[in-house]
């Protein structure tokens, strides 16, 4: 073996972190290992680690390349046209059964939610009707208290990794990063169950992020074909042991969770493609495409099974979730100065909304940290707080008289509905309580009205909109799945009408419009989305006629935004210590070459090594890939054969086909495994060395590389730009780019760049001197 220069991939299959040459290894090695005790002290300085429901884990990248070695060469050319015709149909049917559970389990999760918080809110209701105001809070936050610690257990006991929306998890995943149970069945579980919960408890939290979330898992366990643990296997998806062909289920999954959130297909397709993805092509536009039509298809077949009474209370609204008919946007050239205005006005809120995001989160993980207990006791204390605001708040408002000729029945008893009794007379309502003693989704229902211009006092606005703000960021971080959109939604619908309200008849713009743009402002101003977003807020309203106006907030807000920080989902990544590859190179690496942040030592193989070699590599390095070297006598001179993984060596170890003497048996080696030997299991579920077990003679012979190495990796002159290697690694999704020399009579290979090598912490880690330009 020959040691040169580092390959610095993340970790094997057996979660160790592997040395990249330059001491690092056991101070990351003892970091991974204990819990995370103070995150403003803390520097990842590796980029190997990741901070998953407030524990640090090894993180591994994913094999995306395609892998063209001897062994799977023969595989392409002895497939048949019906082996063909079957794996084409397979991801059809696959991307028709993501549709169909995603639409389902949407469809589920929103009727639940629905009946469990508007039972519940009924209740108090019928009490605050009867005067008993006391025995209405106690049932009010005894069931939300309740509500939420369930959701709260089930996060911090089974599934930590499904707290938050997820959203920044899969957008991670599909950049390449395989982070620790991100997409494990545990995890959707908890995502389900404890997503209903936790909206039903009455927190400022949406359910759309964790959807996402939920449909990408949804994919990733149809995709690997079930689960070991669980004892769910599917022979017949052995198709798809690769990476490859999961990241297109996962992005097809992700899509099916936007629209089934919001029932929003074409918005589903979009926010994969501009947010979610890393890499697109043609041929997912049109899957992406057919799973989200999928789900459209069976959230309009079971919302009109609902209509006949069969849900509940839930079953009164449409595919549309805030239909605006109303609203036709004739405005004039002093309107759209109202316009700008609020698309400042997101910008300026959104990102001072990301910035506290990120204090909050920082500060529950000194707590979260603590143990499961902490993580529950803080769910209780931030749900037990929401409830006293939810029903306190509403005692500052006053009583309006309800207003003559409505349609809607005023105040509304039993039932959820625009004006809330509360504690007021006959023939008045509480417009606060409106808001707060609500669902999220009838809320927003109320903000978008357009049929009563005073429906909301201005006092009653600006405390709703303090309230959900704030709430908002207090609320998310804690240990239950909760999605940022319905928050931000709340709170932007909220002070849009309260432009609307303050402006008066300086526009004539209708309130109801006022509402959707100051939303489209906020989400803007946080998310920093454009074309996904105002696609879903068209579908989400159903008034085309909004589209300029909605294009122009959007491109407003989130210009304004970008001038403070970044998105709230690229936030969280960073905090989370997942190293992200960006589109674009930053400005420091155009001054250094690929070769200056290759550093030794470089362990390669020979085309035919002995047993015991590479035992030691496996054992003592936790590199994922092995550059392989034809030497005399196979060869004249020294020469790049290729690169082998560390998982098809342990394959080929285990299976023991060795030989003697030094020789080349490829042939034979051929003819003895099949390609889905070396199929890649899903959730490290593949051989560790530690199963690897060898005899002293064994050790002593040798084994040929040749079949499973691949023999056209990607390949760069040493001297190339390291943006420009940068921007190579990620276009092509690359897990190892290989360095070779610029001038011959040199090792054939000078090191190898991983995702490691790209990350700021590591390049001025080696050159301080550089400044990072942000």
Known sequence: MDHRQPESDYVDGGGDIENDGRGSDASSFSEAREPLLNLRSRINTTSQIAIVGAKVYPIESLDYEMIENDLFKQDWRSRKRVQIFQYIFLKWTLALLIGLCTGLVGFLNNMAVENIAGYKLVITSDLMFNDKYLQAFAAFAGTNVILAICAGALCAYIAPAAAGSGIPEVKAYLNGIDAHSILAPSTLFVKIFGSILGVSAGLVVGKEGPMVHTGACIANLLGQGGSRKYRLTWKWLRYFKNDRDRRDLITCGAAAGVAAAFRAPVGGVLFALEEAASWWRSALLWRTFFTTAIVAVVLRSLINFCRGGNCGLFGQGGLIMFEMHSAIPNYTNADLLAVVLIGVLGGLLGSIYNFFVDKVLRTYTLVNERGPSFRVLLVAVITLLTSCFAFGLPWLAKCIPCPNGSEKECPTIGRSGNYKSFQCQPGHYNDLASLFLNTSDDAIRNLLSSTNRNEFEISS?????????????????????????????????????????????????????????????FLGGTMRMTVSLCVILLELTNNLLMLPLIMLVLLISKTVADSFNHGVYDQIVQMKGLPYLEAHAEPYMKH???????????????????????????????????????????????????????????VLLDRKKFTKNRVVCGGQVLRTYDAFDFAKPGLGKGLKVSDIDLTPEEMEMYVDLHPITNSSPYMVVETMSLAKAAILFRQLALRHLCVIPKTPGRHPVVGILTRHDFMPEHVLGLYPELVHHK
Not at 479 to 503: E, K, M, W
Not at 506 to 512: F, H, K, R
Not at 620 to 647: K, Q, Y
Request: proline residues 6%; glycine residues 14%; hydrophobic residues 50%.
């Open 461 to 521: 606005l600006i405390i709703f909109f303090a309230g959900t703000y704030f709430l908002g960021i207090a609320t998310y971080g804690i240990a239950i799945p909760s999605g940022l959109f319905i928050p931000v939604i709340l709170a932007g619908a909220t002070y849009g009408r309260l432009v609307g309200r303050l402006l008066g008849s300086l526009s004539t713009l209708d309130l109801g419009l006022f509402s959707v743009l100051g939303a489209a402002s």
């Open 592 to 650: 250094l070459a690929a070769g200056d942040v290759c550093s030794g030592p470089l362990i390669t193989f020979s085309g035919v090594e002995k047993v015991g070699n590479i035992m030691h590599a496996l054992e003592t390095t936790g590199h994922n890939g092995f550059p392989v070297i034809d030497e005399p006598p196979f060869t004249d001179a020294p020469e790049l054969c290729g690169l082998v993984l560390r998982s098809h060596l342990l």
